[in-house]
């Protein structure tokens, strides 16, 4: 049996895992692990560590901390029983003074002793709320990736890091909006409440269909585009700090954490 | 004018924050900045920083992260547009090598280079809410400081930090105890819904009227103990890991942010 999207979808969360450790699926994590928080991930030296942790505390709406390791341990204990970051996420980008050199599905050869994880929130896990809700999500339904946007609205810096924050887009009819505010508040460590709708230029967005990250959606009549902050903010943060060394997971491709998504804070317990 | 607890009480954030700062208010905050969230303070050395703001993330329920200092900046811009940690705090415990040293009411010459400041949220804020909903709370009341107990509920570890989860108690009708639980979980800035309630034995405290820090208050028939994760958790765990120099506010003796306590981040604009 193929482990493709359509077969992880029902599958339950171990299942997932096992799939996204051994490789066998490497594509993006919507609708995965339903009711599990899923989490963006940045990965980088401790010398960096303090001023990172400061600008997340700084930018909660797009930085939601939900998980930090010791430093050089690879196993995040308080986000599950056996989550090894170095195989529980589907795809991986590295960074070398700030630019991309790959993408790869396993760090196990980056790995190094000085390395600090940092598990941060992610829209993804608000959206079964909205659908919960009948509120329909485009790229969901379509099997693709959120649009994702550098903003002009600026994060709050901490020592090497700052820039603008990074939003994600979804179009929601006028009479749901409301709705949609409310619903997404509930869930602070998913980037809560919408940080702005309506004309996207009024943010520094000039052409809706080409997202700097994830796939296009197209303008539905009868909705409005409304914007999330998003856990790739502290990814364009991390490269314009020009860091000699950093990993991030890739966009849309999560890590699914054993948090109950309702859960009030996102503390593992074998209760849980 | 004599700056009493009753005078304080009818004035504003500003006026408070200035006899605080002059040190002629130099007693506890309960009730007073009405509106604005309050904090718990522990101020350490860069070197044990990172893991103190891990077991705050680790604990976010007595340690709810509402602020970071860049290192040596006794300012904290994101919590207010003009708060000096070494004078803004009515009282403050200095402690060497893990033992309490002596009480000061600024810290102007205690100030290091290296030093980190953390502010937590506290209780007091939202015992607004629960007085708005027609909860008694007979501290406030009765001008004191709420008991607050060691429990034997542990903390999740981080480096050197460790230890037992310290509770604050209020006595609260039982046919009110759905409405306390429900209205301070709006408040995960502020330790959230309690976390437990009943026979205090079951979480370690032998004798109730006598609590490990602030004041007796008694029991109330028809009333139940309620416990909350209380801000001085963290000054357990900086006493037991004996850093040789640490300091926290006095306990009771909060510092008024200028962060309406109702914000849903943590983070000071000039248009909040």
Redesign the interface.
């Given at each position: 049996m193929s482990n493709t999207y359509s077969t992880l979808k029902n599958l339950d969360l171990q299942s997932v895992r096992s799939a996204i450790r051994s490789a066998e699926y490497t594509a993006h994590t919507a609708g995965l692990g339903f009711g599990y928080l899923q989490a963006n991930l940045v990965i980088l030296p401790?010398e960096y560590?303090?001023d990172f942790?400061?600008f997340c505390?700084?930018?909660?709406?797009p930085c939601p901390?939900v998980?930090?390791s010791?430093?050089g341990n690879a196993l995040l204990h308080?986000l599950g029983q056996d989550i090894d970051i170095r195989t529980d996420v589907p795809a991986y980008n590295i960074y070398k003074n700030g630019k991309l050199i790959g993408s790869v599905t396993d760090i196990k050869d980056h790995w190094r002793n000085d390395l600090?994880v940092f598990a941060l929130g992610c829209s993804f896990t608000f959206e079964r709320a909205l659908k919960a809700a009948g509120i329909d999500l485009w790229h969901i339904t379509n099997n693709t990736t959120v649009p994702m946007f550098r903003s002009t609205i600026q994060s709050?810096a901490?020592?090497s890091f700052q820039g603008p924050i990074v939003v994600s887009m979804r179009m929601i009819a006028e009479d749901r909006l409301k709705d949609v505010q409310e619903i997404s508040?509930r869930y602070?460590l998913a980037h809560?409440?919408p940080i702005y709708w309506g004309d996207p230029k009024a943010i520094g967005i000039e052409d809706i269909s080409r997202p700097d990250w994830g796939d296009p959606a197209p303008m539905e009549t009868g909705k409005i585009p409304v914007f999330w902050a998003c856990g790739v903010t502290p990814q364009a943060a991390v490269e314009q700090a020009n860091l000699p060394f950093c990993i991030t997971h890739k966009p849309g491709h999560m890590l699914i954490t054993e948090i109950p998504e309702d859960a009030?804070?996102?503390?593992f317990t074998k209760s849980t």
């Open positions: 401790e560590a303090l942790m400061r505390q700084r930018n909660p709406k901390l998980g930090v010791d430093t308080t600090v709050v901490a020592g508040y602070p809560g409440a009030e804070v996102p503390v």
